[in-house]
């Protein structure tokens, strides 16, 4: 085992709790973080001590130093070819998800990592939740019976969707509700989705962009269990960055309920009125401590590149997810079920 040298390119919100994350990790020797905003990139070194912060993202990928990089830049659909570069450049990646904007890119990621003997782990953050890794071993060790059917709906504040709207035009689908698929189908190993269906719901932001503002996706699995995904970006403002979710799954023996709307904690103030602390979908740091799940994965992430050992969530799984996701777009557009077919 070997300490690493970590770079960070993109250190917004989410770039930056993984770049402070790695700052921290006793098994990373260097952080290196690329970043275009001056204010952003003065603000991150002075949080972090990065031996370098540039605003080009090729210095990054062309230094020998680096062992891994994590790509968090935006927008979503242009980060594919710092993916390329920084594979072909052998080193190890953690990228946001979606792993590419289309199957064939995945699939050249696929292919890049395989000849290079390279990690490419994606982030799907929620399997570093308790809760929900609490469900996965709870389905995967029969405790209710045969899974017959599952429901996840989450939803986020509007003032999320107007970023995303305002960068890309992913679908809910393909933004919030790919959390939701991957978890499922991660419970759901080793059983295969064979048929999707959508719809989308559009009130709010499709007046002023292609952007619907909530999408329901059914997918049946090669067993016929049923999943049922909701995901939408129009809750009211609140607490910043806040994000709800409630879980169902349904066994031939029992049944798993997990409410994660975040309302354990409650500040109400005359300012502001009430609002929920430590709700936001990555977490968020409280002094000493980072209350949430992504801290746990970047730390996952290092440790698999320094002790070289698999990647949770991999680039073969972020593959199916879209296959899952964007069957539910064009089923959403077309009005029709989708047969993904059964694949070994």
Known sequence: MNRINVGVIGAGWVGGIRANACAIHPLVDELHV?????ARAAEIAAE???VRVTDDWKELVNSPQI??????STPESQRFPIVRATLEAGKHV????????????ADEAIALCDAG??????GYTRRFDPKYAYI????????????????????ITREIGAKIKGRSKMSPAAMGGTHSIDFLLWCLQPRLPVKVYSQQSGKLFNKVSDTPDHQWIMVTMDDGTTITAGSGWVLPLGYPQYSQSWIEIVGTEGALTVDDTHREIQMNTTAHGIRYPLSSMPGEPVDHVFAGAMVSETNHFIDAVARDRPVLANAREARLVMDVTMAADLSAETGQPVDLGVRS
């Open 67 to 72: 062992d891994a990089v994590i790509i968090a």
């Open 136 to 155: 996965n071993k709870a389905i995967k060790a029969g405790q209710i019976g045969e899974p017959v059917t599952c429901l996840v709906s989450r939803n």
């Open 94 to 105: 953690l990228i946001e998800k979606p792993v590419a904007p289309t199957p064939a890119e």
């Open 48 to 50: 972090t001590g990065a």
């Open 117 to 122: 003997n390279l990690k490419l782990a994606i």
């Open 34 to 38: 690329a970043e275009i905003n001056p």
